[in-house]
Every structure is written in C-alpha cells, then in structure tokens.
C-alpha cells in the first residue's frame, strides 16, 4: 500500500503545474487547442492596440482640425492645415472629396437650382468619404468579435479532450487516486483558461473600439455640416453678386 502511495507522488511531482509544463504534457489536440488560443490572443492584442493609439492621434487631430474650421473654411480649395495632415486621415480625405467636387461643379454653378444640386452632391461625397473613413476604421475588428465568441467553445473542447484522454490513462492504470488524476484534468482545464484570457479582452476592447469609432463618426458628421453651412454661405454671395452684374 505504501509503495502504491510513494509511486502516485512520484508520478504527482514528475507533473508540473506551471504554464510551459502543463502545455508540455498536454495531450496533441490539447496543445494544437492551447497554441491556436495563443495566437488568436496575440493577434487580438495587436489589433487592439493599434485601433487604441490610432483612435487617439486621431481624435487629437480631429480637435484640432475642427478648431480651424472654426476660423474659417475655404471650399474651393484645401485649406493649409489639412494640407500639412496625413491624406489617409478621416477628416482630410472627407474635406478633399468635397472640395474636389466643388471644383469640378464651379462652372456650373449659376441659377439657384445648380447651387442647390452642388450641395447635395457635395453632401453625398461627403457622406460617401464618410462612410469609406469609417469603415476602415472598422477593420479587423469582426476578428475581435470572433475571438470573443468563439475562443471559449475552443477552449473548452480542448478541456473536454483532455479530460477524455485523461480518463483513458485512468482506465489503463486501473488507478483513481487523485494524485493521478489531478495533472491530466489541470492540463485540460488550462485550455479553459487560455481561451477566457483570449475572449474576455477581446470582447472588452471590442465594444470600447466601438464606442470610440461611433464618436469619431459623429464627429466627421458634424465636419461634413459645417463645411455644407460655409459653401452655402459662399454660394449665396456668389448669386447676389452675379444678380448685382445682371442688374
């Protein structure tokens, strides 16, 4: 009885308990489990952070841009501050379709009726762009909606592997101590674990990207409005100037 009890914590301490130990002695499924959660977890951490500090610069931006709008907007052409600002940002690309559009009507706009229909092409490339902006914003982020949704179930199908494995070594060894069982369920359960680490950031980090990208969309809505309000006002002097020539 004793020389059964020594062999169990013989077989107990030959089983570490640490990560890289238990991932060592996990069975082929489970590890194969173990390392697909690993580098959906890393891949789901990169995407984060670049949406994050991404987000920030141009949130930064987005105040500042918005300050000089402020001051005064040409639409006829792209005013010195955007023109010192990165083409791929949001707030330059939407300004730069609407005034590319604005200057491809300019001959055409003489009656109130083609004032009217500039501006609402005008808008729609501006909503256009807007859209375009957004939506790469958003990319990669499905991903991180998948890793939240998915990486537990993965998870714990490795569990239930490694749990089934274990009991195979049990009915083999005809030995249902705990010390023999306990290694075998740790390495099971760990794939459990690996694929909470993955999902929970992600899901976290998902709706907060979110909730920044719909802020920024607001914001780039906004733009789109006051840049409409100041070519209005322009297209309106232009027609009470061109009625005192008629006159």
């Not at 092409?121 to 909606?145: F, I, K, M, N, T």
């Not at 789109?224 to 008629?246: C, H, P, T, W, Y």
Request: charged share 15%; hydrophobic share 50%; aromatic share 6%.
């Amino acid at each position: 009885m004793a020389e059964s009890i020594d062999a169990a914590t013989v077989a107990v301490a030959s089983h570490g308990l640490s990560p890289v130990e238990l991932f060592l002695q996990a069975d082929t499924v489970v590890k194969a489990v173990m390392v697909i959660l690993v580098l959906a977890s890393a891949w789901g951490w990169v995407v984060i952070f670049d949406k994050l500090i991404r987000l920030r610069i141009l949130q930064k931006r987005a105040g500042k841009l918005i300050a000089s709008v402020q001051a005064g907007l040409p639409v006829a052409s792209v005013a010195e501050s955007f023109g010192t600002v990165s083409a791929t940002d949001p707030f330059v690309s939407v300004y730069t379709a609407m005034v590319e559009e604005h200057s491809r009507s300019a001959d055409l706009v003489h009656s109130e009726a083609q004032r009217d229909s500039l501006q609402e092409r005008v808008h729609r490339v501006g909503q256009l762009a807007c859209v375009d902006a957004l939506e790469h914003l958003q990319s990669r982020l499905p991903g991180l909606a998948t890793i939240g949704a998915v990486a537990p179930f993965v998870g714990l199908f490795g569990t239930v592997w490694g749990i089934m494995t274990s009991f195979q070594g049990i009915a083999a060894s005809n030995n249902t101590s705990l010390a023999v069982v306990a290694p075998g369920i740790a390495e099971a359960l760990f794939a459990t674990a690996l694929g909470l680490v993955a999902a929970i950031p992600a899901v976290v980090f998902y709706n907060r990207i979110g909730n920044e990208i719909g802020r920024y969309g607001k914001r780039l809505q906004a733009f789109i409005g006051v840049f409409e309000v100041e070519l209005s006002r322009q297209l309106s002097k232009k027609g009470d100037r061109n009625g005192l020539r008629a006159a």
